[in-house]
């Protein structure tokens, strides 16, 4: 083939006289050795952050392979996109079908979303699904218990073997989701002992600084946002009675600090390229804190469902024992989906104020700028309006008036 190029290129040449006669050898796949066409290039370094490509966004690689377990849950499908939006290269394990994340593909281009079938008590699978990655984030939790899963199981026994594995495996950065509030012995409100739920994310906590001493943690407050369980859990009408909104002393001594989904998640992103967040915890808060009475008022008048329209009225749950014997029936005969997610534990945490303790990082320390609710729930309510389909003239309903948010020394007033 060689030779061919060589006579083509002479005849070419002497066809257009030119006097200096240029030629230009080609080596064919001939002259090749015969194991050059199939030898791998060596590597020169495995250093991930070492093989970074693009420019930045889906097609590129950032230098980070990230395992996310729980991907296909509330939190993990905004932290799976803005981790994709990067370059970050994922591996998302899930268990039952893979209907549940195939729609995650989408976070990335080709070849950057892989997928791996796991069990939470099946230490291989997990080993298999972190050993080529250099950061593992842990999104699984549990709201309530069902025959399989128990809290400990999920939020304890889970946790600690994610991160004994990552550990044994090399993995360089772990971050653990827990929850606000936590501790060993919570208050009780209804529930005598107090909540296992947070019980439960506590010892999660020191297990895996045990297995993980270096492991970012998050303490998230309730999260809302699209396909939430805080503002469709009050929003659902199986959480009221009739038209009635029933809440512990009416939901005027619980102060409560929601955060907008998207800003947890761009924290754990900056905390996976933050070498300075290994080994601390950060309380992830929104920028203001409102009364609980306040916020479900504000959330019925968003839906056009207050005192005026609907008939909508709060009062005290201490008063009620039928809303409690809804709730045990409910857990009875829905024990693995409750409707609207409503179980003992769910109301017992409900009541807690969400207490922000000091010197603890928060947010704002991973560089997230805080979502305001007042520019974010009008809009993730509107799907709940009464009358949705309503063709509402402009201004025939009055603008539903904002929360107030409370003050250091009213809280203190509140609860002295």
């Known amino acids: 083939m060689a030779a061919i190029v060589l006579t083509r290129n002479m005849q070419l040449a002497k066809h257009h006289g030119s006097g200096v006669v240029g030629v230009l050898c080609m080596r064919g796949y001939a002259a090749a050795p015969p194991d050059a066409q199939d030898a791998p290039r060596p590597l020169k370094t495995t250093n991930l952050s070492a093989m970074k490509r693009g420019t930045g966004g889906r097609s590129s690689f950032n230098g980070i392979v990230a395992t996310v377990f729980g991907a296909s849950g509330f939190l993990g499908r905004y932290v799976c996109n803005k ?17 549940d994340v195939i729609r995650l593909k989408v976070c990335g281009d080709l070849g950057q979303v892989l997928f791996h079938f796991y069990n939470l008590e099946d230490p291989r699978s997990i080993r298999d699904a972190v050993k080529h990655s250099n950061v593992v984030i842990n999104l699984v939790g549990r709201d309530y218990e069902t025959k399989n899963f128990k809290f400990k199981d999920v939020h304890v026994n889970g946790a600690a073997r994610l991160a004994s594995i990552c550990r044994d495996v090399g993995v360089e950065r772990f971050i653990h989701v827990s929850s606000l509030n936590v501790e060993a012995n919570p208050k009780p409100v209804y529930v005598s002992g107090g909540s296992p739920w947070l019980k439960s994310k506590y010892e999660g906590e020191l297990q895996v600084r045990d297995a993980f001493p270096n492991a970012t943690i998050i303490r998230p407050a309730d999260i809302y946002g699209s396909e939430d369980r805080f503002l469709r859990y009050y929003a659902h009408i199986w959480r009221r009675q009739f038209r009635s909104m029933p809440l512990w002393r009416k939901g005027e001594c619980t102060v409560k600090q929601p955060v907008f989904v998207s800003d947890v998640a761009q924290a754990i992103v900056n905390a996976a390229k933050d070498p300075d967040s290994a080994g601390r915890i950060y309380q992830a808060v929104g920028p203001k804190r409102y009364q609980l009475s306040e916020l479900v008022d504000w959330f019925h008048r968003l839906m056009r469902k207050d005192q005026k329209r609907w008939g909508y009225q709060r009062y005290d749950l201490r008063y009620d024992p039928t809303f409690m014997w809804k709730v045990k029936f409910t857990n009875l005969i829905c024990p693995g989906a409750p409707i609207a997610g409503l179980s003992v534990d769910r109301v017992e945490r409900e009541y807690i104020t969400d207490k922000v303790l000091p010197g603890v990082p928060t ?53 002295a």
């Not at 591996?91 to 209907?99: H, Q």
């Not at 509107?382 to 539903?400: K, Q, T, V």
């Open 83 to 99: 981790l994709g939006k990067q370059g970050t290269q994922l591996i998302l394990p899930y268990r039952g079908d893979d209907s």
């Open 363 to 415: 947010l704002e320390d991973l560089g997230v700028q805080l979502t305001n609710m007042e520019d974010q729930v009008p809009w993730e309510l509107r799907p709940y309006r009464a009358a949705l389909y309503y063709d509402a003239e402009l201004g025939e309903f009055e603008a539903a008036s904002p929360p107030k948010t409370i003050e250091s020394r009213d809280e203190l007033r509140l609860f």
